[in-house]
């Protein structure tokens, strides 16, 4: 492709456009007001209506129309199965007059999927007390069951070591250069953390496998209504391991260092209440937060040349990582003693 003419990477969409395009497809009544809220991976927008509050996300163009009605799709399942849930609950998509749920968008820099969700008027739970945890854990369990009865058809990735640990790899070595000193701990970290995870996977009954929300950190499932946490932004939802669903929970940055034990035995506790969750399954937690931990490197890769820019991402950024990777002692390394062995 020649770059002679002007070209977009990642546009902001006016919200002006976006009520031109969208605004007559819903019977939500008229767009009264409709304002860009958040940019995050995909865009957000807050869209007052004569009807209530909605939340608009424009997806960024590498979601394609597949990967949004999955997700639509398994939404759709939960949000029958999850009704009479005392513990959980979705936040919808909202069907168009003409009985779909996402439209294609022009953008400068391609075509963007938009769908609009119920707004969940709630209150967000930091999940810094027990209490507060241990009624997570039981709604990420109930989330849990409903989605070992969700039927989505739709082809799919999995959450697996692929996806959490080789492309991520392939994406950081191919930006810090082959030859760059890192390169190859990252490698053999990268090896090293996928022996493990095969080990603990292969014991016994194996580890508990099956559909995950894939982003369950706290920012987007700890919206309380009532009695309920309402879970939403299933972008990253596939086959996986549930260890690496709620190894998110364990590691989210929300809570003080001190109390994350106690906070942590809580949520279990919770969880446990509703869904079974081995002790396997349990120890494996660690070496799925370290998994995470890599994939969100990776993330910051695949986001740099387009969103983030590169200044932010150098050496730095790189050695916090190596630094991090390599406390784990996942390498064994001279003076280095192993907790995870």
């Given amino acids: 492709m020649v770059y002679n003419e002007p070209t977009a990477m990642r546009s902001v969409l006016s919200p002006k456009y976006l009520k031109h395009v969208l605004g007559g497809q819903y019977s939500v009544g008229c767009w009264d007001n409709c304002t860009f809220w958040l940019r995050g991976l995909n865009d957000t927008y807050r869209v007052q209506t004569e009807k209530g509050i909605y939340i608009l996300r424009v997806y960024r163009t590498e979601v394609t129309e597949a990967?949004?009605?999955?997700?639509?799709?398994?939404?759709?399942n939960l949000q029958s199965m999850l009704a009479a849930s005392p513990y959980a609950d979705v936040a919808e998509a909202i069907t168009k007059t003409d009985e779909s749920q996402h439209t294609v968008v022009h953008a400068p820099e391609g075509p963007r999927v938009a769908v609009l969700f119920r707004h969940v008027?709630?209150?967000?739970?930091?999940?810094?007390?027990?209490?507060?945890?241990?009624?997570?854990?039981?709604?990420?369990?109930?989330?849990?069951?409903?989605?070992?009865?969700?039927?989505?058809?739709?082809?799919?990735?999995?959450?697996?070591?692929?996806?959490?640990?080789?492309?991520?790899?392939?994406?950081?070595?191919?930006?810090?250069?082959?030859?760059?000193?890192?390169?190859?701990f990252l490698r053999a970290f990268a090896e090293a953390l996928k022996g493990r995870i095969v080990?603990?996977?292969?014991?016994?009954?194996?580890l508990d496998w099956g559909l995950c929300h894939g982003d369950m950190h706290g920012n987007n499932n700890a919206f309380q209504q009532g009695g309920k946490y309402v879970h939403y932004d299933f972008e990253w939802s596939a086959m996986g391991w549930r260890a690496y669903d709620l190894a998110q929970v364990k590691i989210r940055k929300r809570q003080a260092e001190e109390d994350k034990p106690t906070l942590w035995q809580a949520f279990m506790a919770g969880y446990r209440s509703v869904r079974d969750f081995s002790a396997a399954d349990e120890q494996a937690v660690d070496l799925f937060a370290i998994a995470r931990r890599f994939w969100v490197m990776g993330l910051d890769v695949a986001f740099i040349e387009s969103d983030m820019g590169a200044l932010d991402y150098g050496e730095d950024w790189l050695n916090d990582f190596v630094e991090e990777f390599r406390s784990t002692n996942i390498v064994q390394e001279p003076g280095h003693s192993n907790p995870l062995s």
Wanted: proline share 2%; aromatic share 6%.
């Fill in 67 to 76: 990967d949004v009605q999955y997700e639509l799709s398994v939404l759709s």
């Fill in 121 to 184: 008027d709630g209150v967000e739970n930091v999940l810094r007390d027990e209490a507060s945890c241990h009624a997570f854990g039981q709604s990420a369990a109930e989330l849990h069951a409903a989605m070992d009865r969700v039927e989505a058809e739709l082809p799919r990735y999995d959450l697996d070591l692929r996806f959490l640990i080789d492309d991520p790899l392939e994406r950081i070595v191919n930006y810090i250069g082959e030859q760059h000193a890192a390169a190859a």
């Fill in 199 to 206: 080990h603990a996977a292969s014991q016994g009954g194996g």
